[in-house]
């Protein structure tokens, strides 16, 4: 069944109220601006060499057209700089000066796009370094911490639930030749060969570039009991971890970390057990997946992001209808 945009926009704006007006204190709020969010590489203060093959963009999901502005700065002065963005794949852009990058000099790209107060604008201004030799390594992998302890994960509707888990806290210390280009890099977590993704909220926006611990950093955890809702993690036990990296506009550049291995243990004898990382980076059934872009942040929850055309307008159906027998059943019950 085709959905008009106008009959679409009722029905979610029509919900979205009724919910908030029956929804208890402290419960998830409403998505909004979902998905316009555009990540900038490198991020605001960091340095980037000057022969860097181009300046990476994720784009939200949901973003609609970008203003896309890159500025030279010198004292009060601001010149703007002729670019050109390039797409790598779907929302992953990258952007050129036409000139190249000038050593010691200041720059300032921006992104704006949406309106009203859903309009957005992301900004990074960073420095320029000498030009660096592409990197051949990453670097070794280090555990930072582990243990029992408790973590804020995402438990979908419920936004966040603290847990106890077995965790354990990884971080790459960069090569001599990779440290020029850390703030250009994409990393990955790699358990048992299987990517990896967590979140401590349901509405938490990671970036792309990274994890929901940061960039070049990450933690794994295994839950120490079952729960409902939340993503388990990998099992107890022994898991190898692997961190990669990749430069945006420079397919040769394909870096991994040392790997490590890990001992995940809520109790004595847990660690030493079969690791079997089969359950690396994939949801607990029922529990919402991690989407490293676009995810959007209101009032501490999210929805998931919506793909496609028609799909995302039957998905949006779906939302609004859930979002009104939430709000009528919370109604009744109050």
Not at 163 to 179: F, G, K, N, R, T
Not at 310 to 322: D, F, Q, T
Request: contains cysteine; neutral net charge; proline residues 7%.
């Amino acid at each position: 069944m085709k959905t008009s945009p106008r009959a679409l926009a009722v029905a979610l704006f029509s919900c979205l109220a009724l919910s908030a007006t029956t929804r208890p204190a402290g419960a998830c709020g409403a998505p909004i601006c979902y998905g316009r969010t555009t990540y900038l590489l490198p991020q605001d203060g960091q340095s980037v060499p000057a022969s860097a093959p181009g300046l990476p963009m994720f784009v939200g999901f949901n973003a609609g057209p970008l203003a896309v502005t890159l500025t030279k700065v010198s004292g009060g002065a601001r010149t703007p700089m002729t670019m050109g963005r390039t797409s790598l794949s779907d929302r992953f852009e990258l952007v050129t000066a036409t000139d190249g990058l000038e050593a010691g000099a200041t720059y300032e790209l921006s992104a704006s796009g949406g309106e009203g107060t859903c309009a957005l604008t992301s900004t990074s201004t960073f420095t320029v370094t000498p030009p660096a030799p592409r990197p051949r390594s990453l670097g070794a992998l280090s555990l930072t911490a582990g243990g029992p302890t408790k973590l804020g994960l995402d438990s979908g509707a419920s936004c966040s639930r603290e847990v106890l888990v077995a965790q354990a806290a990884v971080e790459v210390a960069l090569s001599a030749e990779a440290a020029p280009w850390a703030s250009l890099l994409r990393y990955e977590t790699l358990v048992d060969g299987k990517p990896w993704h967590a979140r401590s909220t349901a509405g938490m926006q990671v970036h792309p570039a990274g994890g929901w611990k940061g960039v070049g950093r990450d933690v794994i955890y295994a839950t120490c009991a079952p729960e409902k809702e939340v993503f388990a993690g990998v099992s107890l036990g022994r898991h190898e971890v692997v961190i990669r990296a990749l430069l945006p506009g420079a397919p040769e550049v394909a870096l991994e970390s040392s790997p490590i291995t890990i001992g995940l243990a809520c109790g004595a004898g847990d660690a030493g057990d079969a690791g079997g990382g089969g359950d690396a980076g994939g949801p607990a059934p029922g529990a919402a997946q991690a989407d490293p872009v676009g995810t959007a942040t209101v009032g501490g929850c999210a929805s998931t992001p919506l793909r496609g055309g028609g799909g995302s307008a039957a998905s949006l159906v779906l939302v609004a209808l859930g979002l009104c027998a939430r709000a009528r059943r919370r109604g009744r019950e109050a």
